[in-house]
Nanobody, 114 residues
């Protein structure tokens, strides 16, 4: 079984920055990708960013140029650097890992408000 633990959420003013981390542990083989999704109140969960083991990186249009996804050398921790945050970025952010299964973390709250 795979466990994903997110950290780094919090309250930040518009224009501020946060860095989310997600550490994966457990029985993992053939990781295809790690990434981030988010869910705002009353809305469906949406894709934010993804990095594949082959090095392909994708972003949602709404975060391009502001968010940067990266992974550590061991490929078991994924980060999301979020700059120039906007109130519409407020959501619970979920880490996702795709391997032989599809795994999710419990989420971390990001609130952007003055």
């Amino acid at each position: 079984q795979v466990q994903l633990v997110e950290s780094g959420g919090g309250l930040v003013q518009p224009g501020g920055s946060l860095r989310l981390s997600c550490a994966a542990s457990g029985s993992m083989s053939s990781i295809n990708s790690m990434g981030w999704y988010r869910q705002a109140p009353g809305k469906q969960r949406e894709f934010v960013a993804r990095t594949s083991t082959l090095g392909v990186i994708e972003y949602a249009d709404s975060v391009k140029g502001r968010f940067t996804i990266s992974r550590d050398a061991l490929k078991t921790t994924v980060y999301l650097q979020m700059n120039n945050l906007k109130p519409e970025d407020t959501a619970v952010y979920y880490c996702n890992l795709v391997a032989t299964g599809n795994y999710w973390g419990r989420g971390t709250q990001v609130t952007v408000s003055s």
